[in-house]
């Protein structure tokens, strides 16, 4: 069973995430303030990190930076309502893929059995 680490300051986009990925194949863990997310990572050890790209506290760019410079080899996925463009970036930063927000319902098992081989 893979442990999934959500960050994601939206409670109704948290909720969406819960009723759409596959519990049965996945342990959740969430957290909505980005400033934990490196002891979240130390702690639970994810398989795969949901990385929200929009948070008031600390952008999502932010954390896929100081994840690449302590967690080198951790898988992120991004989400983001922003667009195409703005997950290239987080691309670039070290994410491993993105997902848009309106797609989760249709797409996410999917994605994140492809992130996780």
Do not use: W
Request: charged share 30%; aromatic share 4%.
């Amino acid at each position: 069973m893979a442990k999934l680490l959500i960050i994601d300051d939206s409670e109704p986009d948290k909720e969406l995430l819960r009723l759409n990925i596959d519990q049965d194949k996945h342990e959740l863990y969430e957290n909505k303030h980005p400033r934990d997310i490196m002891t979240d990572i130390e702690q639970i050890k994810p398989d795969l990190v949901l990385l929200d790209l929009v948070m008031p506290e600390k952008e999502g760019m932010e954390c896929i930076v100081e994840i690449r410079n302590n967690f080198p080899e951790q898988k992120i996925l991004v989400m983001s309502g922003k667009g195409q463009e703005y997950m290239d970036i987080a691309i670039t930063l070290g994410a491993k893929g993105g997902v848009a927000k309106n797609l989760i319902p249709f797409k996410i098992n999917e994605i994140i059995e492809s992130y996780l081989k």
